[in-house]
């Protein structure tokens, strides 16, 4: 089973539920691996510290000109959809944040003045912390496309029975990628009215990608009632609520888990993947 953890906006606790999901299922004899596709900030391995064993660039591939061979016909700027290779006077400019990697431009050269070089975007790391399979993405400082990135992470996600995505907060395309595919999405939010407004958004991406969701509310000390009036009128179940602890807040500062640092805690993870599972079944159903 593919579970995907989502927020509209981040410091909801999104990681703080993933990783312990992953905790509790790998203590009850699960095989589960954790993927960590936030990768313009990754932080699952600073609580489950894993012990990488693989690691590997994530490279583009990247049109390059040969203006020798070019008879600046502009083919190539007309078919790009994303202006990453423009035709302009005696040269041709190309911008590697902005390309795509289609192929499309090297294609429609009558020539063959365009080839394609590698260039590197990110990285891939790979490992196990204890019983737990860990897969992480790193875009590289300075560059602006996380989507090949996850879909690295996603292509190498280990054969296991439960696989665990910590999606990056919000609702763009890194979200969708990171979702897409999943069996259940898992929606992290808090009683706030900026946590509610996210919510509201992440929602509709959910159901625009017809992927089944429900919610968890962290820190559910403050009245949330606006949250649970949502999410019983749109029919999303929420799955469990987790209490406005100020020891949860101290173990996450010190780069504890929570099942580790407060047992009592495990109950209430234990019955979050639970409901997941239950809820992922009707889906399926």
Same mark, same amino acid.
């Given at each position: ?7 509209g906006?981040?410091g909801?606790?999104k990681t703080?539920?993933a ?6 299922a ?6 589960v691996?954790y ?21 590997q ?24 959809q ?10 041709v400019l190309?911008?590697?944040?902005l390309?795509h990697s289609c192929?499309?431009? $090297? ?5 063959? =003045?365009?080839?394609?070089?590698p ?5 891939l790391?790979?490992g196990? =912390?204890?019983a737990i399979?860990f897969v ?14 996850i ?24 979200v969708?990628?990171s979702?897409?595919g =999943? ?10 009215p900026?946590?509610?407004h996210?919510? $509201? ?5 959910m ?10 509310v962290? $820190? ?5 009632n606006?949250?649970?009036w949502?999410?019983g ?7 469990a ?12 500062a ?13 109950t ?7 409901a997941?599972?239950?809820?992922? $079944?009707t889906?399926? =159903?």
């Open positions: 089973m593919q579970i995907a953890i989502a927020s906006k981040g909801t606790g703080t539920v990783i312990n999901l992953a905790w509790i790998a203590h009850q004899g699960r095989s691996a993927l960590d596709c936030d990768v313009e900030e990754p932080n699952g391995h600073l609580f489950l510290r894993p012990e990488i064993t693989d690691r660039a994530v490279v583009e591939r990247i049109p390059q000109v040969d203006l020798q061979k070019c008879t600046r016909c502009g083919r190539c700027g007309k078919i790009c994303y202006s990453a290779i423009v035709s302009i006077g005696k040269t190309v911008y590697p944040d390309c192929g499309g431009c $090297r294609l429609v050269c009558p020539t063959g =003045a365009i080839t394609e070089i260039l590197e975007i990110g990285s790391e790979r196990t =912390a204890g399979q992480q993405g790193s875009l590289k400082i300075g560059k602006a496309r996380a989507v090949p990135v879909q690295a992470v996603k292509s190498v996600s280990p054969q296991v029975d439960l696989v665990i995505r910590d999606a990056p907060p919000g609702t763009s395309c890194p969708v990628e979702v897409r =999943a069996d259940y999405v898992v929606l992290v939010t808090e009683p706030t900026f946590g509610l996210d919510l $509201r958004l992440a929602v509709e991406v159901h625009a990608l017809k992927l089944p969701c429900g919610v968890v962290n $820190r559910a000390g403050s009245p949330a606006e949250v649970r949502f999410c009128a749109r029919q999303i179940p929420i799955l609520e987790i209490p406005d602890d100020r020891r949860l807040a101290e173990a996450y010190q780069g504890s888990m929570i099942c580790e640092a407060l047992p009592e805690y495990e209430v993870f234990a019955g979050l993947l639970d997941i599972a239950r809820q992922a $079944r889906v399926a =159903a």
